[in-house]
């Protein structure tokens, strides 16, 4: 949508991003699109819906969370550079070094040790280890993924974190002082990890539903229907997503849980417990405003934009959906490469990458709209079709036309597939 952003370098031998260059290796994937947006900062734009969410999260934890000393319990963070090293976005996360979610297909790598982070829970670690009892922290995130209105490669998202020492977390509770944060020889089982308490677990998970529920009601108002679904992430447990009624469909907008204790311990903080939660700005601000597709929040069309100056962050928005312009599609059929010389296997998430690095915003849609398996020679065919449309005017027939070839000669070049053009 805009194009005025300075291109960033991506010289032979290295990648350069924010001002550092990083050394390519056999793991670099990211693409200069994507790298165009780091440092665009959208949370940190004022009056950007995404930044007023952020903004109106911040003031209800500043005003419902008072610290002992009178000032706001939760600090918040919102600067912290997107390039991250592999262990903070995993190894610091117990996320295991064979675990799927480190796939090259779902993540953006600078190279073997520096990626573009896939979630604000990279940030945990160190921010524990600084001696942050309670924190926010917001910041855009990198993921490879599918093409839809709901889907895009870069989002933004907010983690909350609070410990409790045995004092804090008992002191409420009658005869509090004989209860323990921990036990020893306890077991794990779906309700707590095996070194702690039922009752201190109990608590913590009290109160980060609690955190949460209220923070959605102060968003959405109190009869938002929500319900909590029972989940897994490696550095908590137990863990939920929360999910939000909208438009007659349950929608998840957040993950959370009780923190791994080996996470607490690694990090210095092994005489407290704590909750961590992550949760989505782009989707909260889409049902808050009712934004139909996530580029969007990319836009610089004034129309978009002036709807979110408001006098007040507490004011309500009422945002009046630009009018959609008409989409138009084509489709691209190929041959996959043979599975015999499996080097050059296909995946899926290469062909979007390819389809989203030439076509950019312009592209709202791919989906896959046939699979052929020719019977004789066995050789298999894919045909996607890609829904193209501008959000600020009319496309033309040639514009994408020229966008459509260019991605039928780059598959061929870069994917080893054999069009069908
Ligand atoms: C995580 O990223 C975990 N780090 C969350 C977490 C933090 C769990 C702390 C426990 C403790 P997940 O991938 O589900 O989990 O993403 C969290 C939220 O980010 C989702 O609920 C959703 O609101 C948002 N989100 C995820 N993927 C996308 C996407 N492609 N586009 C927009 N929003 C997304
Ligand atoms: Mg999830």
């Known amino acids: 949508l805009s194009t005025d952003i300075p291109q960033p370098v991506i010289g032979h031998q290295s ?14 994937n990211v693409t200069p699109k994507i790298l165009a947006k780091v440092g665009r900062n959208l949370h ?64 953006y790598y600078l190279n073997r040790n520096m990626m573009l982070r896939a979630h604000t829970s990279a940030h945990q ?56 944060l921990f036990e020893r020889g306890g077991r794990r089982t779906p309700q707590k990890q095996e070194t702690h308490s039922l009752e201190a677990v109990k608590l913590v998970e009290f109160d980060l539903k609690q955190t949460l529920t209220r923070l959605v009601s102060y968003l959405f108002g109190a009869d938002v229907e929500v319900r909590w679904v029972d989940c897994y992430f490696p550095f908590t447990h137990p863990s939920f997503e929360l999910e939000v009624r909208f438009q007659g469909n349950w929608m998840e907008v957040l993950g959370c849980g009780v923190m791994e204790q080996e996470l607490l311990n690694s990090v210095g903080a092994q005489n407290k417990l704590g909750w961590a939660f992550g949760l989505g700005l782009e989707r909260l601000a889409m049902v808050l405003y009712s934004i139909p597709d996530i580029r969007l929040f990319w836009s ?23 009018s959609k312009y008409p989409p138009l599609h084509n489709d ?5 490469p043979d ?21 950019g915003d312009l592209v709202e ?3 896959l709209i046939d699979d052929f398996t020719h019977p004789k020679t066995g050789r298999r065919s894919r045909c996607y079709r890609i829904v193209y449309r501008h959000m600020e005017r009319t496309l033309t027939q040639e514009e994408v036309r020229l966008v459509h070839q260019e991605i039928e000669r780059m598959a061929e070049a870069e994917l080893g597939v054999q069009g069908r053009y």
């Open 339 to 359: 599975t015999k010389d499996s080097e050059e296997s296909f995946t899926e998430n290469d062909f979007y990458e390819l389809v989203r690095s030439i076509g």
């Open 300 to 322: 610089e069309d004034e129309r978009f934009l002036k709807q979110f100056r408001v006098q007040d962050i507490h004011q309500p928005v009422c945002f009046q959906a630009l």
């Open 125 to 180: 670690a160190e921010l524990v280890r600084s001696g942050l009892d309670a924190f926010l922290l917001a910041g855009d995130v990198y993921r490879r993924d599918e093409i839809d209105a709901s889907h895009y490669p870069v989002f933004h998202q907010m983690e909350g974190v609070r410990l409790f020492t045995n004092h804090q977390l008992f002191s409420k509770v009658h005869n509090g002082e004989d209860l323990s």
């Open 15 to 28: 990648v350069e991003v924010l001002g550092h260059r990083y050394p390519r290796d056999d793991f670099t």
């Open 44 to 107: 940190n734009q004022p009056y950007h819906p995404l930044w007023l969410i952020k903004e109106r999260i911040k003031a209800h934890f500043y005003s419902n969370y008072i610290g002992p000393g009178g000032n706001p319990l939760f600090s918040v963070h919102d600067n912290l550079s997107p390039v991250v090293t592999v262990e903070q976005n995993f190894d610091s996360l117990l996320i295991p070094p064979d675990h799927s979610s480190r796939k090259q297909g779902d993540n």
């Open 365 to 367: 849609k791919v989906t």
């Open 332 to 336: 691209i059929s190929f041959w996959l």
